[in-house]
């Protein structure tokens, strides 16, 4: 039991990466509360924590919007009295995109406002909570600040990577750690479409590999890491043969 008596509040808890996550942190004892733009995504996350013996509260809300965070986390607080951990993976813009020349203004700030505007109100909202050993854990992409036919969603990702490194170290005094998941190519249903049409993969990543990895960065065994990015990409970053090429099929 990891996160044993923690709070944790999970921006993007929808199906994939947000709720794997949820149901691992639930697993190891922590009080969930998911927040999803779609409430019935949202509700069918908590129903499956609820199933499984854990304890989830479901909210639906626009966290790119200021006054919906705050009630947002303030929620958390009237219920639970407390919270610990933050998990930001909300903003996913992969399957809509579109060539630097095919973006136009309005989409280019719906991709930076759902993601950047949503880390930033969040956790104005909810850094005073989270003093004194609470942790933030955000996640990105590994090739968004490399990605080709994509602007709109790699600066939205790569602005979140530095927006986390820039929090860690102006929280650091709070004593909130703040760390960033660089994903790699995940088997989700948001990503289906893309990521079939990649020729030649032997396995995607899980939603569970994520969802590992935000355990350990929200957890005491990550007590002290704090601003960094941990790619979980199968290999895909280093620019050498990828891990999931020597998988075996089953």
């Given at each position: 039991m990891r996160l044993q008596g923690k709070v944790a509040l999970l921006a993007g808890a929808g199906p994939g990466m947000g709720r794997a996550t949820a149901l691992l942190f639930a697993q190891h004892g922590a009080r969930v509360a998911v927040v999803a733009r779609d409430e019935t995504k949202g509700m069918e996350t908590a129903q499956r924590i609820s199933a499984a013996g854990g304890t989830a509260l479901a909210l639906s809300a626009d966290l790119a919007d200021g006054a919906a965070a705050q009630h947002t986390v303030q929620q958390v607080i009237n219920i639970y009295g407390r919270l610990d951990i933050l998990y930001f993976g909300?903003?996913?813009?992969?399957?809509?995109?579109?060539?630097?020349?095919?973006?136009?203004?309005?989409?280019?700030?719906?991709?930076?406002?759902?993601?950047?505007?949503?880390?930033?109100?969040?956790?104005?909202?909810?850094?005073?909570?989270?003093?004194?050993?609470?942790?933030?854990?955000?996640?990105?992409?590994?090739?968004?600040?490399?990605?080709?036919?994509?602007?709109?969603?790699?600066?939205?990702?790569?602005?979140?990577?530095?927006l986390s490194q820039s929090l860690a170290k102006e929280f650091y005094a709070d004593e909130i750690?703040?760390?960033?998941?660089?994903?790699?190519?995940?088997?989700?249903?948001?990503?289906?479409?893309?990521?079939?049409?990649?020729?030649?993969?032997?396995?995607?990543?899980?939603?569970?590999?994520?969802?590992?990895?935000?355990?350990?960065?929200?957890?005491?065994?990550?007590?002290?890491?704090?601003?960094?990015?941990?790619?979980?990409?199968?290999?895909?970053?280093?620019?050498?043969?990828?891990?999931?090429?020597?998988?075996r099929p089953a």
């Open positions: 909300a903003g996913g813009f992969f399957t809509a995109a579109k060539e630097y020349a095919e973006v136009d203004l309005e989409f280019w700030h719906l991709a930076l406002r759902n993601t950047l505007d949503g880390l930033y109100h969040v956790t104005q909202a909810a850094r005073p909570h989270l003093r004194g050993g609470g942790a933030i854990v955000t996640v990105a992409a590994s090739f968004s600040v490399r990605q080709e036919g994509n602007p709109a969603y790699g600066a939205a990702k790569g602005g979140l990577i530095g750690r703040v760390n960033c998941i660089g994903a790699g190519l995940i088997r989700a249903p948001l990503a289906d479409g893309p990521v079939q049409a990649v020729a030649g993969l032997a396995r995607t990543g899980r939603p569970e590999d994520i969802a590992h990895a935000a355990l350990y960065l929200a957890s005491s065994e990550a007590g002290w890491v704090t601003g960094q990015v941990l790619n979980v990409d199968g290999g895909v970053d280093t620019g050498t043969r990828p891990l999931w090429q020597y998988e």
